[in-house]
């Protein structure tokens, strides 16, 4: 079975300021994917980065970076000069092995303030 | 390229009743999944169709439904609708059935049930 758990269910970040969500999974499968999706207040889910568990390097999408640490088991999304717009729900999300079936953490929001 | 679109966006039913919801995937995704999102429960993964078949299912009741057409657009369907069922039903598409195929999704339709 796979689980992931998002321990902040909100955040607050100041304008301009970097922030980290945490993100911590657990699989028993070697092979895996990691993703997060930002959600706005509109509803739509936003494919921000993905890692892969046999990626060496850290993932980066512009201003979202992806630490990603094996042995925690911990994928924690970066946000780097947080703007307003970025103030959303986000979400992590796994998917092991073969199974196509992703498994969603609670979320977190985070507001930033100007 | 056009995104995911999910119609109606917004839907009233009442109990007892059934209701029909549409997804059309981005152009060239073959692979469609239903996910149904409260406050209570988070996230969950309903089904998935590839190529007409169903792939994958969640644990959900019989009274949820779905299909996907020859041109990839999906149906998704609720018979005797219950209290329960009001929420936030995502769609989302991504080209194969790979891990690491990171998923688009649409707006979303909102259902409340009276």
């Known amino acids: 079975a796979q689980k992931i758990t998002q321990t902040q269910p909100g955040m607050f970040v100041q304008e301009k300021e970097a922030v980290t969500l945490d993100c911590t999974y657990d699989t028993s499968d070697p092979s895996y994917g990691l993703f997060w999706y930002k959600q706005p207040s509109s509803g739509e889910m936003i494919f921000l980065i993905y890692?892969?568990?046999?990626?060496?390097q850290n993932a980066t999408e512009g201003r979202y970076s992806l630490n990603f640490q094996k042995a925690r088991k911990s994928a924690n999304l970066v946000i780097s000069a947080s703007q307003l717009g970025d103030s959303a729900m986000y979400f992590c999300a796994m998917r092991s092995g073969g199974s196509y079936i992703p498994t969603f953490g609670r979320g977190t929001s985070l507001i930033v303030h100007p | 390229k056009a995104g995911v679109t999910q119609t109606p966006r917004y839907l009233i039913k009442t109990r007892g009743q059934q209701v029909t919801l549409s997804c059309s995937p981005i152009?060239?995704?073959?692979?469609v999944s239903w996910y149904q999102q409260t406050p209570g429960q988070g996230l969950q993964f309903l089904f998935e169709?590839?190529?007409?078949?169903?792939?994958n299912k969640g644990n959900f009741p019989g009274r949820f439904s779905g299909r996907q057409f020859s041109n990839s657009r999906s149906e998704m369907n609720v018979s005797t609708l219950e209290l329960g069922d009001s929420a936030l039903y995502l769609c989302?598409?991504?080209?194969?059935?790979?891990?690491?195929?990171?998923?688009?999704f649409g707006p979303g339709t909102r259902l409340t049930v009276l």
């Open positions: 989302a598409s991504s080209q194969g059935k790979q891990a690491h195929n990171e998923q688009f």
């Open positions: 152009s060239g995704h073959r692979s």
């Open positions: 169709y590839f190529s007409e078949t169903q792939r």
């Open positions: 890692q892969g568990s046999y990626d060496q």
